[in-house]
RNA sequence: GGCGGCGUCGCCAAGUGGUAAGGCAGAGGACUGCAAAUCCUUUAUCGGCGGUUCAAAUCCGCCCGCCGCCUCCA
């Protein structure tokens, strides 16, 4: 397995430190406000990513973080009048309730800035101790200049940036790329410290966090690509600088960012999707899968349009697994063996094979889709072939394709159900199906076409859409039909 | 100005040296009472120029266009 890590620039072989064991940090988010489709891109890249190492045999250790204490949160607070760990609490919840509804794992645990002020403390204490840090008026700094791998990450040069030339320097830093560890703070909340009231900077608590939960050095560090600089690049400084244990991560990853119409995403310019409005709208899966038909690394540039798009792709697949599920389902003991198609089953195997192959090369994950596609064709003609007939031989190896079809949907995260939205008794219902079904094929054996045509028409217009294969009439939710307009 | 990335069929998107995956949309055909679904067939030489090579979308150089980071950001 390759993994592309930033650090290097490069795909590499995959070798985690304990054999079997993956330890993963992600950075999260400032729980400011609700999360927008950027912010879940990046949460099911990793989840994704996760999966598929669980997949591979790994023991995962999942920990992602919440920012729930700086001067964004403070602001935040006051607008909505409440106080800043309020609000904190109530975006951390928003935020959890998105990535359930996105069929995102949750982490093997979330840690926050709050409750980890006592490790970031003696993180600090050290760094002072060892000469890479120092204090200003109630402030501590880290300095770069103290650690020579400073830009090791980002590929920069301490001297090459322009420091400071959109951004005023704070004078009582020694050097203009030093970056804060403590800042003095007087008003609610802060926490003692041994240079007074305050609370930690921004970079901090990432580099104690993973090292208190995950262990010194960590296998996999992801986040967005706007990530890199400073805030990975200060990460790696504070932590190999206090511990002396280099690498502090061993492969960085950097999924893309979510731009609109061009433009970054953000809330300053205010093209912001919401994911809780796209939830709205648009299942799981159909998200999922819109961002995972692109590479993690690349920059997606989202639209709505092409959302909808990539959903018309993704019913292809749950459509093949439907047919799958009602060939296998309705099949009824059976002598009759003599089709058997024995090297579908060798088709089987090289679609495992060739999904690994994808996912195993940087986490490809478009290309795997593709093989899925690939399957569903496969299947589709395997079924619907004239000759074929439900024997138990058959239907042993479309339930090996199933299986097949479903693990790979699932280290995918999609579900791949049929929209059922409004048919929560499906039960029931289906009985109730079956006997407009049957209606209507007395009509059409009757000749009596435009009756079995209004019937269908009917239905078509509350989104039931009927079938008639050879093997009987089947009936499909087609979802709500969205207008393109 | 510095660092990084991108430009592949109408649209989305894989592909990092061996002669262009996949999906959507389109066209033709099979199937159907007609449809739908499904299946089959069909549509590109890879922003431009030059170079390296037996061979380049893939490597190098230059140019054009777009974007990100350098300030809080997933």
Not at 278 to 302: Q, W
Not at 411 to 433: A, N, Q, W, Y
Not at 434 to 463: G, Q, S
Request: net charge negative; proline share 3%; aromatic share 10%.
């Amino acid at each position: 397995m390759k993994v592309y890590n930033t650090i290097t620039g490069q795909k590499e072989e995959f070798k985690t430190q304990e054999p079997g064991e993956v330890k993963m940090y992600v950075c999260g988010l400032t729980v400011q406000n609700y999360s927008h489709i950027g912010h879940v891109r990046g949460a099911i890249n990793y989840d994704v990513i996760r999966r598929y190492l669980r997949h591979k045999g790994y023991d995962v250790n999942y920990i992602q973080n919440f920012t729930d204490i700086n001067e964004k949160i403070v602001k935040r607070a006051e607008e909505e009048g409440m106080a800043p760990m309020e609000l904190a609490e109530k975006y951390s919840n928003a935020y959890i309730n998105d990535l359930k509804r996105l069929n995102v794992e949750m982490p093997d645990e979330f840690c926050r800035v709050s409750e980890n002020i006592d490790k970031i403390i003696e993180i600090i204490e050290t760094l002072i101790s060892k000469g890479h840090a120092y204090e200003s008026e109630g402030n501590v700094y880290f300095s770069v200049e103290s650690f020579d791998d400073y830009g090791k990450l980002s590929g920069r040069n301490v001297d090459e940036m322009e420091a400071g030339s959109r951004v005023e320097v704070d004078e009582n830093k020694k050097h203009p790329m030093d970056f804060a560890l403590w800042k003095s703070y007087e008003n609610d909340p802060t926490w003692d410290s041994p240079w007074g009231k305050g609370w930690p900077g921004w970079h901090i608590e990432c580099s104690a966090m993973s090292m208190k939960y995950l262990g010194g050095s960590i296998d996999i560090h992801g986040g967005g690509t706007d990530l890199v600089f400073p805030h990975h690049e200060n990460e790696i400084a504070q932590s190999e600088a206090y511990s002396g244990e280099k690498p502090f991560v061993k492969y960085w990853l950097h999924n893309g960012t979510v731009d609109m119409s061009g433009e970054k995403m953000s809330k300053s310019i205010g093209n912001t999707y919401w994911t809780k409005d796209l939830l709205e709208d648009f299942s799981s899966d159909e998200i999922r899968y819109y961002i995972l038909t692109k590479h993690y690394r690349s920059p997606i540039n989202f639209s709505i349009e092409e959302l909808k798009n990539s959903s018309r792709s993704l019913k292809r697949l749950i459509s093949t697994l439907g047919q799958l599920d009602k060939v296998i389902d309705n099949y009824k003991k059976n002598r009759d063996n003599d089709f058997i198609q024995e090297d579908f089953i060798d088709v089987i195997k090289s679609h495992r094979t060739e999904f690994e192959e994808a996912m195993d090369d940087d986490f490809n994950t478009a290309k795997a889709i593709s093989v899925l596609h690939g399957l569903s064709k496969e299947i589709n003609s395997f079924i619907n072939s004239s000759d074929f007939k439900p024997n138990d031989n058959n239907i042993f190896i479309l339930k090996e394709a199933r299986r097949l079809f479903r693990t790979f949907a699932d280290v995918l995260g999609l579900k791949l159900e049929p929209d059922l939205v409004g048919f929560e008794d499906r039960e029931k219902f289906s009985k109730i199906m079956e006997i407009l079904i049957d209606a209507r094929e007395e009509a059409r054996d009757n000749n009596y076409y435009d009756l079995a045509d209004k019937i269908r028409d009917d239905l078509d217009k509350i989104n039931i859409r009927l079938k008639d294969t050879p093997r009987g009439t089947t009936w499909e939710y087609t979802g709500d039909e969205r207008d393109d307009s």
